[in-house]
Nanobody
């Protein structure tokens, strides 16, 4: 069982930055694909970025390429999402997900609001 806790959300002005963290407990994230998803009001949950524990390969949605960076800290058993040049359209609840074969875990989410 993997327990995921997101942190780092908040209110930021357009053009600003936030760093989200996903801390895992109960098991190491080794072997898991870990991703960030987001859900805005009235919209479906969408994938933002993910990182493979196997080879470190990364994926980014087109809407965040060049602005967001995902990274994994094995020593702290966390996955971070550095978000720069934030736009109002990035406003959403951001969720962390860890998946390995049939095992699929979600965090409770952290709110990100981009507004002036």
């Amino acid at each position: 069982q993997v327990h995921l806790v997101e942190s780092g959300g908040g209110l930021v002005q357009p053009g600003g930055s936030l760093r989200l963290s996903c801390a895992a407990s109960g098991s190491t994230l080794d072997g898991y694909a870990v991703g960030w998803f987001r859900q805005a009001p009235g919209k479906e949950r969408e994938g933002v970025s993910c990182i493979s524990s196997r080879d470190g390969s990364t994926y980014y949605a087109d809407s965040v390429k060049g602005r967001f960076t995902i990274s994994k800290d094995n020593a702290k058993n966390t996955v971070n999402l550095q978000m720069n040049s934030l736009e109002p359209e990035d406003t959403a609840v951001y969720y962390c997900n860890a998946k390995l074969q049939e095992f699929d875990y979600w965090g409770q989410g952290t709110q990100v609001t981009v507004s002036s």
